[in-house]
Every structure is written in structure tokens, then in C-alpha cells.
């Protein structure tokens, strides 16, 4: 390899950042009327953009955050965790009108529901320099909102030379197969649904139907199997890979972490199998503590 091949080799991450508010050791999810306690709770940042550049960072991969964080209170409460996760904060944009954001997650028996806000544009001002950094080699868009709002960042990411990867993160009006989902894709190199999402945008429901379905639109797609492991497909090739077995306390980022585990192997080996089970290996780590970062378990 060349010294400029070296240094290509940082992974930027677009998205929202949330405050995320985490109840575990929930008996019962609440119900209207009624008011239910949990065990224990958690303030951590959150999003799939920076999860995934935590875990990413955590693995020894170069990433930039490409996010909008609000000046309110809550919003700066997250500044010592970000702070602290070895991510490159240069290219975070901070406006009054970009929080706060937060996400609270109910989480019961290893399944979790989510309420969350968005607040103001999730475009930073600094969305074309961040593009045109020295040293990126990959764009990861952490959801499908963002790229909606946002529909030229991976015509801009391609023309500067760049891979693109997204996870469209569950969104009730965005993710239906009448929304014109794929044709905002456009581009995209990778694709990370999980099995809920593959569903949702393709009416199929074997897990093999999906990928055929999904491969029609995207060169290479990842399918998250939760407790199940995951699959790929690329051209003719289908592969899969078993979940590894851990006590789990939390599955919010799973997903994300699973991405950044996946992205830090594919941008290095062409081994899809290798780059499952690394995808697999980050996703594990990240069930056994609350919250999505990989800070917690340390």
C-alpha cells in the first residue's frame, strides 16, 4: 500500500444525535392510565451515527461525527461522553435550533420501544467540507430520515470518490415500500436494514426473499437477524452467520454497533463471511451494558 492508501481510511458518520434515556428491568410496558417503575435508568448520547463512529473508534477505525447538536442543557450534558469516545468532534455543527433531542427507550426482556424528537434540520452547515476532508474513505448514513432531508449528500460523497453505507433505521412514515425509498438511494453501496425494515420495504417475508428483493436496488445488502445472527448477498453470493451467545441487557444500538463492526472489516477485506462475524462480534458487545456505546463496558 501507498502512504496516501494508508491514511484514506476514515469512516464519516451522518446523523442526528439524541439524548438517550434508557429504563431496563421493566416487568410491564406502560399502558395509558397507568404508571409502571424499571430498574434502572440511563442518560447516554445517542444515534446512529454516533454509535456507530463509537464503535468504531473503539476498534481502532479513524471517524469523523457529522451531526447537528442543539445548545440547550440536555444537549451539552452529552459534550464528556462525546468527549471521551476517541471520535473526531470537528465536523459537529452546534445551533440553538438543533435540540434538544431526545430518545426515551423502554426496555423489556431484551426488546426495547422508543419515543424520540427531532429538532430543526439534521443538515450541519459543514455537511460539503466534511465531504472533501483529507483521509475520508467512506460516508455512513446512520438513517434513512437524514438521507430524505438530504437527498444529494451521496451524489456528493460518490463524486468525491467515496463508498456509501446505510442503515434506515425504523421510521413509520419513511419506511414503506410506497414512499419512494429506493429511489432516494440511489448510490448506495451497502445496505444494513434489519429484518422488520426488510419486511416493511419489500412485502416479503422469508428472510431469502428479502435479500433477493433488496439486491435488485443495492449492490451489496446486510441483513440484521437480531439473536439469529445476520446474511448478506452480493451478485450470486448469499452468506449468513450465527448470533454468539451473551447475557443481554440492552439491544438499543445494537444495530449500529453491529454496522461499525461490519464497516471496519469490509473496508479492509473483500471476505464478506470475516466481515459478518466482526459485524456480529461489535453487535454482542454492545447487548451486555445499557446504551449503544462501547464506552460502557469499560
Not at 249 to 263: K, Y
Request: aromatic share 6%.
Amino acid at each position: 500500500m501507498t502512504g496516501t492508501t494508508l491514511q484514506k481510511n476514515k469512516v464519516l458518520c451522518l446523523g442526528r444525535t439524541y439524548c438517550d434515556i434508557i429504563f431496563t428491568g421493566l416487568h410491564d410496558m406502560p399502558t395509558l392510565g397507568r404508571e409502571r417503575f424499571a430498574k434502572d435508568v440511563t442518560i447516554v448520547a445517542g444515534g446512529g451515527a454516533y454509535i456507530t463512529a463509537a464503535h468504531l473508534a473503539y476498534l481502532g477505525r479513524a471517524a469523523a461525527l457529522l451531526t447537528r447538536l442543539g445548545t440547550d442543557p440536555l444537549s451539552q450534558a452529552l459534550n464528556p461522553e462525546l468527549e471521551a469516545s476517541g471520535i473526531d468532534l470537528g465536523l459537529v455543527e452546534h445551533s440553538h435550533d438543533a435540540g434538544p433531542q431526545p430518545t426515551v427507550a423502554l426496555v423489556k426482556d431484551g426488546e426495547r420501544a422508543f419515543i424520540s424528537r427531532r429538532a430543526g434540520t439534521s443538515r450541519p452547515a459543514t455537511l460539503e467540507k466534511a465531504l472533501s476532508t483529507p483521509g475520508i474513505v467512506h460516508l455512513h448514513i446512520a438513517e434513512f430520515a437524514t438521507l430524505k432531508e438530504n437527498p444529494d449528500v451521496v451524489a456528493i460523497a460518490k463524486d468525491r470518490g467515496l463508498t456509501v453505507s446505510l442503515d434506515p433505521s425504523w421510521d413509520d412514515q419513511l419506511i414503506r415500500r410506497d414512499s419512494g425509498f429506493f429511489e432516494t438511494c440511489s448510490g448506495v453501496d451497502l445496505f444494513l436494514p434489519n429484518v422488520e425494515e426488510g419486511k416493511a420495504l419489500t412485502g416479503e417475508t422469508s428472510e431469502e426473499a428479502i435479500l433477493r428483493h433488496l439486491q435488485a436496488h443495492f449492490p451489496l445488502v446486510v441483513l440484521k437477524r437480531g439473536e439469529h445472527g445476520a446474511m448478506a448477498s452480493h451478485a450470486s453470493t448469499f452468506i449468513s452467520a450465527e448470533a454468539l451467545p451473551v447475557d443481554v441487557i440492552d439491544t438499543t444500538g445494537a444495530g449500529d454497533a453491529f454496522n461499525a463492526g461490519f464497516l471496519h472489516s469490509w473496508l479492509t477485506t473483500p471476505d464478506l463471511e470475516r466481515s459478518l462475524v466482526a459485524g456480529i462480534e461489535a453487535g454482542a458487545r454492545s447487548v451486555q451494558s445499557a446504551g449503544g456505546a462501547p464506552t460502557r463496558l469499560l
